[in-house]
């Protein structure tokens, strides 16, 4: 025979422990993971996500007509090799000596995007948008590839230094 007493006792021992089991499973779940565009990269080791960064720009490039730039190993190298400069040196480079540089070395119609001072990825976008120069860049018809690195400096009024290098095949 059950002991209804018994029971509703266990009942309203169930029902004032079920928010705090709740509580504890929302509070055991995962963080959302801020997007990589938005992570900021004024700090010792942060590097931009190429992969996030060549989704960006291609998006931007389809809503223009243009196709996709992929990101190439060899631009990114030369993209990271730039911003490490600029870094060491604490002023944005010549886009016009690494394009010549680049051209001697063989990468096709190279356009470049040198620029400091941008924490993410999406306020390097932003700005690269409303810079004619950096926009065109973006925007090259023949672009199919891309490198785009970052360098952090502490010491520097900029902190970040980002070089973007996009090129035909």
């Known amino acids: 025979m059950v002991n209804t007493s018994s029971v509703q006792q266990l009942l309203r021992r169930a029902l004032a422990a079920a928010p705090l089991a709740l509580l504890a499973a929302c509070s055991s779940q995962p963080e ?18 190429a992969a996030s960064a060549a989704g960006m720009i291609s998006a931007y490039r389809r809503n223009h ?10 631009l990114q190298r030369e993209a990271q090799a730039e911003a490490e400069r600029m870094a060491a040196a604490d002023r944005p480079s010549s886009a016009d000596a690494v394009k010549q ?33 950096h926009d065109r860049t973006m925007l090259a018809p023949s672009a199919t590839r891309l490198g785009i690195a970052t360098a952090y400096a502490p010491g520097s009024k900029y902190k970040v230094y980002w070089a973007l290098i996009v090129a035909s095949p």
């Open 65 to 74: 007509g243009l196709p996709p730039v992929a990101v190439d190993a060899a």
């Open 101 to 133: 540089r680049l051209a001697a070395a063989g990468v096709a119609s190279p356009a470049v995007n040198l620029s400091a001072g941008y924490h993410t990825m999406a306020e390097a976008f932003s700005g690269w948008r409303e810079s004619p120069q």
């Open 32 to 49: 959302t993971q801020q997007p990589a565009f938005y992570r900021s990269l004024a700090s010792a080791g942060a590097s931009v996500d």
